[in-house]
Every structure is written in structure tokens, then in C-alpha cells.
């Protein structure tokens, strides 16, 4: 079964500096890949995804994430955050071979706090 | 342009009490799914659906029903409401493989 590890709970930064989210998953096969963003008191949304093609997708509001398939891994990264980027971030995986029915597995979340 | 829209926001229930919670989405998605969302727990799945008329159980589907009599609609009940059961409950729907569209969630408290 598929699983994702968020290695970090909470990820303090100060402002204008760069952040990277770590997210690793377990899977042998082919997968893909999410990033979603959850601000306080709101559903979520999604930032980003990777399903084939180029390992740098660049998602909204400045973020980007890199998929390396020998380390299983899909890493948030920003070069410089906002104050209004304090949020959780929820890295999800699911299995292309599901050409219709697509069950997301999720991690535990980082929560990203950005002060002055 | 609604998307997912949940109802109620906010409920207060006491323990043994129950209710249902719905989902209603316009975008026409075959796919949807109601999870819980719990402190350092992430998201879990309790119950999904494929389609109209059809249900099937997640990670944690004891002490829930579900029912999808209409293809925009997904409904959640809770029979017989526990403290355990407080929670963060979100519905999402998707058209594969592009991820999922997100409610903006139920604050359910049990007391």
C-alpha cells in the first residue's frame, strides 16, 4: 500500500526567506504526485501536481516542487515566502494505474508559519 | 461556479444524537469521497463513491453511513454520534487523474 511521510509537523521561516517542505513516499511503481494547500479554517486546494513528463512542476503562488523518483521523494520548495503563505501543506500520492477511480493518500501535514 | 459545497459549516451534536451532512458538487464529477481531518492525522478516508448509486468503504468508515442517490450529491450520516467522531470532515469530488476539489469543510463537535 502506498504511504507518504511528511518528515516535518512545523516548519517556522521568516519572511522573504526560502522554505522547503520535505515529502517522501513508499511505492515501487509509478505514482502521482500532489502538493495541497490548506489556509486556517478553509478546505483544501490544490498547488501543484506531477503526473509525467518534466521532474520540476511549478504550481501557484510562487511554488514549485521536484520529483526524484531514486529518492522517492517530492520536496515543496519557495525561494522567498509571504506572511500570507502561513498555512498546512498536505503532500498526496495515487496510483496512475487507476484510470478512473483515483484514491489519494495523504500525509500528515507541515505547518508552514511565516513571521516578520 | 460553486464547486464543493458543504453543509452545515458548524454543528454542536451531544453524544447518541445523529445527523447527516451533504455534499453537493456542479462540476459533474463521477468520483467523491468524504474524509476526517484530526490533528497530526492528517486526512483519512472514510467512505467513497464511483458513481450514482454506489458506495464503498475507506480507512475509517465505522460509525458512518453514506448514501448517492443523485450523482451531485454525497451524503455522510452518523447513526448514533460519539465524542470520538468530533471532528473535521471534508468532501471532495474528482475527475481523474487531476486531483481532487475540496469542500471547505464541517466543524463537527460532539459533546
Known amino acids: 500500500a502506498q504511504s507518504v511521510t511528511q518528515l516535518d509537523s512545523q516548519v517556522p521561516v521568516f519572511e522573504e526567506a526560502p522554505v522547503e517542505l520535505r515529502c517522501n513516499y513508499s511505492s515501487s511503481v509509478s505514482v502521482y504526485l500532489f502538493w495541497y494547500v490548506q489556509y486556517p479554517n478553509q478546505g483544501l486546494q490544490l498547488l501543484l501536481k506531477?503526473?509525467?513528463?518534466?521532474?520540476l512542476v511549478k504550481g501557484i503562488n510562487g511554488f514549485e516542487a521536484e520529483f526524484n523518483k531514486s529518492q522517492t521523494s517530492f520536496h515543496l520548495r519557495k525561494p522567498s515566502v509571504h506572511i500570507s503563505d502561513t498555512a498546512e501543506y498536505f503532500c498526496a500520492v495515487s496510483d496512475p494505474k487507476n484510470t478512473g477511480f483515483q484514491k489519494l493518500v495523504f500525509g500528515t501535514g507541515t505547518r508552514l508559519l511565516v513571521s516578520p | 461556479n460553486a464547486g464543493v459545497t458543504q453543509t452545515p459549516k458548524f454543528r454542536v451534536l451531544k453524544t447518541g444524537q445523529s445527523m447527516t451532512l451533504l455534499c453537493a458538487q456542479d462540476m459533474n464529477h463521477e468520483y467523491m469521497y468524504w474524509y476526517r481531518q484530526d490533528p497530526g492525522m492528517g486526512l483519512r478516508l472514510i467512505h467513497y463513491?464511483?458513481?450514482?448509486?454506489?458506495?464503498a468503504k475507506g480507512e475509517v468508515p465505522d460509525g458512518y453511513n453514506v448514501s448517492r442517490l443523485k450523482k451531485q450529491n454525497f451524503l455522510l450520516g452518523l447513526e448514533s454520534a460519539a465524542p470520538s467522531q468530533t471532528s473535521v470532515y471534508f468532501c471532495a469530488s474528482s475527475y481523474s487523474p487531476y486531483g481532487y476539489t475540496f469542500g471547505s469543510g464541517t466543524r463537527l463537535t460532539v459533546v
Open positions: 463513491s464511483v458513481g450514482e448509486g454506489t458506495t
Open positions: 506531477y503526473l509525467s513528463g518534466s521532474t
